[in-house]
């Protein structure tokens, strides 16, 4: 097979930008720093090479690109290379290179769909969480609450038994007391009388002692 006549001008510029089905980053690593194409025959044919836009208007499966994956539009516009005089081991290789590696923007919206979704789901799966969350918060809460209130119930009982036992311990001293202060005065109380009398019977004792040396002088 003869070869098409734009590929013997290896060497010339490029003569128009390679169609969007195709992507030369993919193909060559000199976008990414690494300085040599992976594909060198590759990346020959597709920048010495501008497929005529008639052979992919007259394609039949332009139709199905739309909404749908585009990589097997993209092997069928591949293929259609050979017709622009590319060898079929070449038009193969590109193909399967294209298959197999060629990102496009309804895988990219499909992942993005899915990414969505996924998102979607973990957002779903947080509130769910959060609100479990805020259930056992409260459960929490409300034990928490009924602790206190058996908590302030033992320390009122508690206080009023401690009132009752100091009321009564107060009660038992004043009327130990009361008793004791009794009992003193009614042992003072004879003493008291013993005394008058003591005191008595001395004023006598000592006037008759008095009179008796009164007596004595004048004698």
Not at 34 to 59: D, E, I, K, Q
Not at 60 to 79: C, D, K, N, V
Request: with cysteine.
């Amino acid at each position: 097979m003869t070869p098409h006549p734009q590929v013997r001008q290896s060497g010339a510029t490029p003569r128009a930008p390679i169609p969007n089905d195709f992507s030369l980053p993919l193909l060559s690593q000199e976008t990414r720093g690494l300085g040599r194409p992976r594909f060198p025959s590759l990346c020959f044919f597709l920048t010495a090479v501008s497929v005529p836009p008639s052979l992919l208007r007259r394609s039949p499966f332009i139709p199905i690109m739309e909404g749908q994956s585009r990589r097997p539009a993209m092997t069928i516009h591949a293929f259609r290379l050979e017709e622009a005089g590319f060898t079929r081991s070449q038009v193969e290789a590109l193909a399967e290179f294209m298959e197999g590696q060629a990102a496009t923007k309804a895988d990219l919206e499909g992942m993005e769909h899915r990414l969505e979704t996924k998102i979607t789901g973990v957002r779903g799966d947080l509130d769910a969480v959060e609100h479990r969350l805020e259930s056992k918060i409260n459960g929490v809460r409300g034990d928490l609450d009924a602790v206190e209130h058996r908590l302030e119930t033992k320390i009122n009982g508690v206080k009023t038994d401690l009132e009752a036992k100091i009321n009564g311990v107060k009660t038992d001293l004043e009327t130990k007391i009361a008793e004791a202060k009794a009992e003193l005065k009614a042992e003072i109380a004879p003493l008291k009388t013993e005394t008058v009398v003591v005191r008595w019977i001395l004023g006598v004792v000592l006037t008759l002692q008095v009179a008796t040396f009164i007596k004595l002088m004048v004698a």
